[in-house]
Structure formats: structure tokens, C-alpha cells
């Protein structure tokens, strides 16, 4: 199984500012990796899928990169509605296996 | 517009079955591939389980095999997981999830419905 491990497990950001989350895995996944928004009380939203590739919809200042095992979201400008978990995944293998996700708080 | 709503879910006791539905709407059913993705209180998403569009083939958990199973219906556009056996630690939301396929294999998952609670517990 690859496991995922997100970092950190918690970011306290300011309205305005940016945030980089990273997510790495224990083996190579190619370009096979995305990553999901949720909001409290709410179901996950895709936000990109094969690295980089921003879901209909996700504003450009949703940014994902990496190669290999390590990866990254880049949040720009961080919106009221930005403020909420993240989770990386990936589909390269079975079993399809996510990380434990990255909080992102008000400071 | 795409819509999952999942129904089925409730409080069982251990040792007992509970079966889940999804309903779909808005894209052709039978062309997507589904799952199920569940999330105990408080933790992350874990996959536990895989349909092809036509139903012919399915991928399961190492945690739910033997005592989930996943169908469809593709005439009711609907979308089923059989629980069976059900433990502790099994408690957890439930998501259907339309997941993207291109040319036979398995990628991200597209559109995530609500979502059905389970508890499981004496």
C-alpha cells in the first residue's frame, strides 16, 4: 500500500496570505496524484487531479506541483471560504490511498 | 447538474448488515465508474470500494473485503453497498463518489455526494 503523509498537519494563515501544503509518498505515483478541498460539514471537493490540472471551477490561485513522491498545493491569497482541510491522493495503485490531511486555520 | 444523494445509514449493533444506496442524477449513470468513500468521526478519507461503469468488475479495501459489497443498477441509476458483519469500526460518513476512468484505468474522484452516517454500536 503507498502511504501518503501530509505536512503540516495544521497551517494558521492570515486572510490574504498563501500556504503551501505538501504531501509525500512512500513510493513513486507518476503524475497520478490529486488533491480535495472540504469545508466543515461538507462532502470533499476535487481541486486537482494529475498534479497540476485545476478541477472545472477552482480559482487560479489553487496551484498543485511536484513529481515523483513529492507534491505540493500552493494556496495564493487565501479567501474566507479557503479555510479548511486538504487532503492529497493518489490513484497510481490500488489500494487508492489519501493522506491524513492538512488543517488550514484563521491565525 | 450532478447530484449523489446517499440514504441507508443508521445506528446497528455490531455483528449486523445495513445496506446503502446512492442515487444518481444528472450524467449518464452507466458510462462512470463509482465508489464508495467513507470517513470515521474526526479522521480522513478512506477508499473502500470500486465499481466499473457496466458493474463487471469491482475493487475493494483489504479492510471491507468479504463483508462489503459493492452494485449498481444502472436502470435506476443507483448505486448500492451491502454491508455485512459490521464492526465498531466501521463507523463512519459514507460517500459515494463518481471516479474518473480513461482508457481502463482508475484516477481522481470527480463529484462526491453528501454523504450517510453509520454507526456502529451496542
Known amino acids: 500500500e503507498i502511504v501518503m503523509t501530509q505536512s503540516p498537519a495544521t497551517v494558521s494563515m492570515s486572510p490574504g496570505e498563501g500556504a503551501i501544503l505538501s504531501c509525500r509518498a512512500s513510493q513513486s505515483v507518476s503524475s497520478n496524484l490529486a488533491w480535495y478541498q472540504q469545508r466543515p460539514g461538507q462532502a470533499p471537493r476535487l481541486l486537482i487531479y494529475?498534479?497540476?490540472i485545476r478541477a472545472t471551477g477552482i480559482p487560479a490561485r489553487f496551484s498543485g506541483g511536484g513529481s515523483g513522491t513529492d507534491f505540493t498545493l500552493a494556496i495564493s491569497n487565501l479567501q474566507s471560504e479557503d479555510f479548511a482541510l486538504y487532503y492529497c491522493?493518489?490513484?497510481?495503485?490500488?489500494?487508492?490511498?489519501f493522506g491524513g490531511g492538512t488543517n488550514v486555520e484563521i491565525k | 447538474e450532478v447530484r449523489l444523494l446517499e440514504s441507508g445509514g443508521g445506528l446497528v449493533q455490531p455483528g449486523w448488515s445495513l445496506r446503502l444506496s446512492c442515487a444518481a442524477s444528472g450524467f449518464t449513470f452507466s458510462s462512470h465508474a463509482m465508489s464508495w468513500v467513507r470517513q470515521a468521526p474526526g479522521k480522513g478519507l478512506e477508499w473502500i470500494s470500486t465499481i466499473s461503469g457496466g458493474g463487471d468488475k469491482t475493487f475493494d479495501a483489504d479492510s471491507v473485503k468479504g463483508r462489503f459489497t459493492m452494485s449498481r443498477d444502472n436502470s435506476k441509476y443507483t448505486l448500492y453497498l451491502q454491508m455485512n458483519s459490521l464492526r465498531a469500526e466501521d463507523t463512519a460518513v459514507y460517500y459515494c463518489?463518481?471516479?474518473?476512468?480513461?482508457?481502463?484505468?482508475?484516477?481522481?474522484?470527480?463529484?462526491w455526494g453528501q454523504g450517510t452516517l453509520v454507526t456502529v454500536s451496542s
Open positions: 463518489a463518481i471516479i474518473n476512468t480513461r482508457r481502463g484505468y482508475y484516477y481522481q474522484f470527480d463529484f
Open positions: 491522493q493518489q490513484y497510481d495503485r490500488w489500494p487508492l490511498t
Open positions: 494529475d498534479i497540476s
